[in-house]
């Protein structure tokens, strides 16, 4: 990953778990998704962020 693409994504996290409110497990997704080596595809995100059943936004 380029340096600047990994400074964003290093602040992007951070961010996160700075944020109490934001799910952990979430985090930890996304950082095996965003730190991979391969192209990040849609879905991946879709499933992250989707809400599980019967849930509620805030």
């Known amino acids: 990953m380029a340096s600047l693409q990994a400074a964003v994504v290093a602040k992007f996290i951070e961010t996160l ?5 934001f799910d952990s497990a979430k ?4 950082k ?3 730190l991979d080596d ?7 995100l879709v ?3 989707s809400l599980p059943d019967g849930g509620e936004v805030l």
């Open 17 to 21: 778990e700075a944020n109490e409110t």
């Open 27 to 30: 985090i930890e997704k996304l």
């Open 47 to 49: 499933d992250i962020f």
């Open 38 to 44: 391969k192209k990040t595809k849609a879905d991946e």
């Open 32 to 34: 095996d998704c965003l």
